[in-house]
């Protein structure tokens, strides 16, 4: 299994970015789908997540109304579609899932096995 996460770079404050997770080795309509990211010297925290039959989502505080989970089992990807961000935003995101089908999304790393490699998101204000 392996969670591949694309789209990151360097934004203005206001401007909008789309983050993708391809998945290999398993399909992803079988597994919810977790969106954390860690800034320089803080922990790694939830932002957004998605239960594997879509009817339940989650959003941080400090991201609802601006950022979107969601999944497309076609092209086997999970992606987070951010908006109008600041700089309060800036942080590598990772996306995970969680080992066994059909478990729900939870705010707790050490319950996630798979971990994509992490996509830079920098906001300059």
């Known amino acids: 299994v392996q969670l591949q996460a694309s789209g990151g770079g360097l934004v203005q404050a206001g401007e909008s970015l789309r983050i993708s997770c391809a998945v290999s080795?398993?399909?992803?309509?079988?597994?919810?789908v977790a969106w954390f990211r860690q800034a320089p010297g803080k922990e790694r925290e939830l932002v957004a997540a998605l239960s594997w039959s879509e009817t339940y989502t989650y959003y941080a505080d400090s991201v609802k109304g601006r950022f979107t989970i969601s999944k497309d089992s076609a092209k086997n990807t999970a992606y987070l579609q951010m908006n109008s961000l600041n700089p309060g935003d800036t942080a590598v995101y990772y996306c995970a899932q969680r080992e066994r089908p059909w478990t729900e999304f939870t705010r707790f790393t050490p319950d996630y096995k798979y971990w994509g490699q992490g996509t830079l998101v920098t906001v300059s204000s």
């Open positions: 080795g398993r399909s992803v309509s079988r597994y919810a």
